[in-house]
Structures are given as structure tokens and as C-alpha cells.
């Protein structure tokens, strides 16, 4: 009578294109090829896995990355052309397995952190845990070539090496801003901190593999100069009023 009038059920009435039923994907097609993915997934993650503990024994017994892709592809029980459907190449292989142990790593540390309340202690276990890790019968040789890869990768792929020990690094940087929180250590960028103290700690690390300092002995060196950095006074403030009674204890407040 004058009006537009829609037809119940139209594309116009629903917003939306009516697929007709022949082009349907049916159901059981889709539940079939979720199954097919979902295994191909979980094989692909297994032969990865297969090739990281490759790379891992064999930077382990030599001490060196100076392995070579069909070296660890044998090792590994695999083929190449299977190695390179899970990674680019052996750069890729070295920031997965970086990234693996950062993991496992942050695991490690945050259960040690967990041990302890008090900020301050949560701090000291981090940086003490590095060391005692390091310290653990046969892992300066495998900790060098983390070491030494890190180095070289950093120049090549920051932003990838970055997201790769971002679990170690994250852990830190919270741990800094729970002690910030609490008033024991200035309020600065917690993240950016996080970055030069794990820097340092790496480099501290080196010296470890290169025979030049033992970690046990190195480490309360190093805490004690992390501890310093943290605990200063910011650029362009006046003095601070947290003083320590005595290095890695708790402060007290004037």
C-alpha cells in the first residue's frame, strides 16, 4: 500500500547473504577436518620438539652451536625436508630452543622467587637463581652457547630475540615493580630495568663460562651492584629516603 514491504527471510531482512544449501560445508566435513588439523598440529609440535633436543644434546656435548642442520635432523631421527617445514633454518632452531629454556628457565626462578615475601629476597632469588643454575654439574658448557648465541642473534633478530627470553625478563621486571610498589626501590620504568639488569646478569654469565669468575662467588657481587642501581636515587630528585642496613637484607625506612 505504498510501504516497502521486506519478505521474512530475505538477505535484506537478515543482513546477511543466504548461502545456498548445496554450498553448505557439512557438518561432519567440518568435524572430520578439525580432527585432521588438530593431529597434524600435534605431530608437527612433536617433531619440533624432537629437533630442539637435538640442538640441546648436541650444544651440550660439544659446547659449541657450531652443529649443522643435517646433524641435528639425524639426531633428531627426521628428515630435512622435514626440518624445514617446522624452521626457516638454523638461526630460527637456535632462537626456538632460546626461547624453550627462557621458558623453562622462568619456571626455575619463579619458583625460587616464590619462596620468599618480602620484595628485596624476591629480587636477591632471581639474580641468585641465575647463578645457581649456572652452577649446576655440566651446564657451563650448553649455558656458553646460549651465551655466545645470544650475542650474535641480538644483531640479526632483536625484536624475535627479544620475544624469545621475554619469560625471564618479564619475571624480573614484575618483580621490580612489586618492590617499587612497596616504596623499597625508586619508581622508574621497571621494564627497562629488567632489560639492563638481565643484560648484565648475562654478561656475568660469560665471564662464568669462560672460566674468568664462579658463579657462586659472582653472585653476590653482581646483586649487590643491581641492588645499588635499583635502590639509587632517581636523576633530578632529591634524597632518597630508603636506606639498606646491610646489602641483600631487607631496607629500612628512615
Not at 516497502?4 to 547473504?17: G, L
Not at 624445514?84 to 637456535?94: A, H, M, P, T, V
Not at 626456538?96 to 628485596?120: K, T, Y
Not at 621490580?176 to 621494564?191: H, S
Request: charged share 25%; glycine share 8%.
Amino acid at each position: 500500500m505504498g510501504h516497502n514491504r521486506r519478505m521474512p527471510f530475505s538477505t535484506e531482512a537478515n543482513d546477511r547473504p543466504v548461502v545456498p544449501a548445496r554450498d553448505r560445508v557439512p557438518a561432519w566435513q567440518t568435524r572430520a577436518l578439525g580432527r585432521s588439523l588438530e593431529a597434524a598440529r600435534a605431530r608437527s609440535v612433536e617433531q619440533m620438539e624432537r629437533f630442539l633436543q637435538a640442538a640441546r644434546s648436541l650444544a651440550d656435548e660439544t659446547g659449541s652451536a657450531a652443529f649443522t642442520v643435517p646433524q641435528v635432523a639425524a639426531r633428531a631421527g627426521l628428515s630435512l625436508k622435514t626440518f624445514y617445514r617446522c624452521f626457516r633454518g638454523k638461526d630460527d632452531l637456535l632462537l626456538a630452543l632460546l626461547e624453550d629454556d627462557s621458558r623453562i628457565g622462568a619456571g626455575l626462578l619463579s619458583a625460587a622467587v616464590e619462596e620468599h615475601r618480602e620484595p628485596v629476597a624476591r629480587l636477591r632469588a632471581y639474580v641468585d637463581g641465575i647463578f645457581s643454575m649456572v652452577a649446576l654439574a655440566g651446564a657451563v658448557g650448553y649455558a656458553g652457547v646460549l651465551v655466545r648465541e645470544h650475542r650474535r642473534l641480538s644483531e640479526d633478530y632483536p625484536e624475535e630475540l627479544r620475544g624469545a627470553l621475554a619469560p625471564m625478563v618479564d619475571l624480573l621486571s614484575r618483580e621490580i615493580t612489586r618492590a617499587a610498589d612497596a616504596g623499597l626501590v625508586r619508581r622508574d620504568d621497571a621494564a627497562r630495568d629488567a632489560q639492563t639488569i638481565f643484560g648484565l646478569l648475562l654478561s656475568a654469565i660469560h665471564d662464568v663460562t669462560m672460566g674468568r669468575a664462579d658463579p657462586l662467588e659472582l653472585a653476590p657481587y653482581v646483586w649487590g651492584f643491581c641492588w645499588a642501581g635499583l635502590h639509587g636515587e632517581p636523576r633530578g630528585e632529591g634524597p632518597h629516603r630508603t636506606v639498606v642496613a646491610s646489602l641483600g637484607e631487607t631496607p629500612v625506612t628512615e
